[in-house]
């Protein structure tokens, strides 16, 4: 395969300054600001897995951007530059030409470089992309704080990619299709929130990482949660099904103190966030909806189920 042809035409704009390095060289060389933490995660989307098979090239490029950056603001950090690693089942030009438009119309978005990767031939389509983002020395927000009192809150609408996948067709598709990582929140929420975690795998098991890592529990109040028109106007099973354990959401899942939430002024934030509960001393995730305990059976998903 002509590997370097692929990255030379597709991959190999590079807007880093200085003595830092970009794709073309063995390595990439960055220079992390003084008294600050370097942030890495990886994510892989796997066609067929993480996105359906007619997803556009476009919104592919776009994606696997976007879900590392919600790692990244998911620490308060950040982001600064990804690495790319594809594994191609062939050279289709088309393909690739928007691939990496929504791929760098992402990373231009949130102010980040491509810095390198690796380009290989494979019978499935697999995209591993890499993110590095940098947070001040002892300033990220972990999963482990959240303390009993503290509100539990979420950025924008939770359940709609779960519905647009279960709805292709449908205005939603283009939250599944365009996630949002919430890279200005995330940062905001730096020295404010006590915890905090991206929601990928649906809200009630992405909290329930937050409640495992704190040794605490919550309370979520259903008639809260902020959902869209389309999910209100489903039955409450089904809706609750879609908001509490859908997937691909890359909302941002924070605890934070009453007085911190009282600084946060929501109307000086660039997204929505709604408060959706709070942590209890009792270490489960219960439920309320119309002031009364209300059980839910929801069907989580599990890699290697
Ligand atoms: P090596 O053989 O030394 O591992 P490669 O030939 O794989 O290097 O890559 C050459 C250069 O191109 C490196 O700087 C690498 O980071 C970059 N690169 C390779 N594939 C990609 C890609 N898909 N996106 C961005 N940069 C890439
Ligand atoms: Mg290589």
């Known amino acids: 395969m002509a590997e370097f042809s692929v990255i030379d035409q597709y991959f190999s704009r590079s807007a880093l300054h200085g003595d830092e390095l970009g794709v073309g060289d063995d390595s990439a060389l960055l220079t992390p600001p003084h008294g600050q933490q370097l942030v890495i995660c990886t994510d892989t989307l796997i066609a067929g897995r993480h996105f359906p098979l007619s997803t556009s090239a476009h919104a592919i490029g776009w994606k696997s951007v976007a879900v590392n950056l919600s790692d990244i603001a998911a620490m308060g950090a950040k982001p600064h530059s990804i690495l790319l690693a594809l594994s191609l089942p062939k050279v289709d030009h088309d393909w690739l030409s ?92 730096k020295g404010l929130a006590s915890s905090m975690i991206d929601v990928s795998d649906g809200l009630a098991q992405d909290l329930g990482h937050i409640l495992k890592a704190s040794h605490v529990g919550a309370q979520l109040d259903l008639e809260q949660l902020p959902l869209d028109p389309a999910l209100e106007a489903l039955e409450n099973t089904a809706k609750w099904q879609f908001a509490l354990a859908g997937g691909d959401d890359y909302e941002l899942c924070f605890t934070i103190s009453p007085e911190h939430f009282e600084q946060l002024q929501p109307h000086s934030l660039d997204t929505k966030i709604t408060k959706i509960g709070q942590i209890t001393a009792q270490q489960q995730l219960t439920y309320h909806y119309q002031g009364q305990d209300y059980p839910l059976q929801l069907h989580g998903y599990q890699h290697f189920a």
Not at 100 to 116: E, P, T
Not at 118 to 141: C, E, F, K, M, N
């Open 98 to 189: 928007e691939f990496s438009r929504g791929l760098y119309q992402c990373c231009d978005q949130f102010g980040v470089h491509l810095i390198g990767g690796d380009t290989t031939q494979s019978p499935h389509l697999t995209i591993t992309v890499t993110a590095l983002g940098y947070v001040d020395r002892q300033q990220a927000v972990c999963r482990s704080g959240a303390q009993v009192g503290d509100y539990v809150v979420v950025s924008g609408q939770v359940g709609d990619a779960a519905y647009g996948l279960a709805h292709l067709g449908s205005a939603l598709q283009q939250r599944l299709d365009y996630p949002t990582p919430r890279c200005e929140l995330g940062q905001r929420l």
